[in-house]
């Protein structure tokens, strides 16, 4: 059974930073792609950042220099480095799991960012 697990989220002021971790069971984070999503009220979900098996990353121009996304392999987690936060950037952060037969989901962890 695969379990994605979010924590870090939290209450911030505009500039602070946070990191978000999202640990795995069932599926080893190394081996697929790993990403975070996040959405806002009234808006679609979106990808924030991603990292796949060979290391490379890929991250929105919303949050491009400001956030990173990495992974440590012997603690099968994945993490989301946030910096110099906006109000913006408030919203429900989801871990996501692409493996090669289906996707996967945490239960996501709201970040508020105040101005």
């Known amino acids: 059974q695969v379990q994605l697990v979010e924590s870090g989220g939290g209450l911030v002021q505009a500039g602070g930073s946070l990191r978000l971790s999202c640990a795995a069971s069932?599926?080893?984070?190394?081996?697929?792609?790993m990403g975070w999503y996040r959405q806002a009220p009234g808006k679609q979900r979106e990808l924030v950042a991603r990292?796949?098996?060979?290391?490379?990353?890929y991250y929105a121009d919303s949050v491009k220099g400001r956030f990173t996304i990495s992974r440590d392999n012997a603690k099968n987690t994945v993490y989301l480095q946030m910096n110099s936060l906006k109000p913006e950037d408030s919203a429900v952060y989801y871990c996501?799991?692409?493996?090669?037969?289906?996707?996967?989901w945490g239960q996501g962890t709201q970040v508020t960012v105040s101005s």
């Open positions: 990292i796949v098996r060979s290391s490379n990353t």
């Open positions: 996501n799991a692409e493996t090669a037969y289906l996707t996967y």
């Open positions: 069932g599926i080893i984070v190394s081996s697929n792609i």
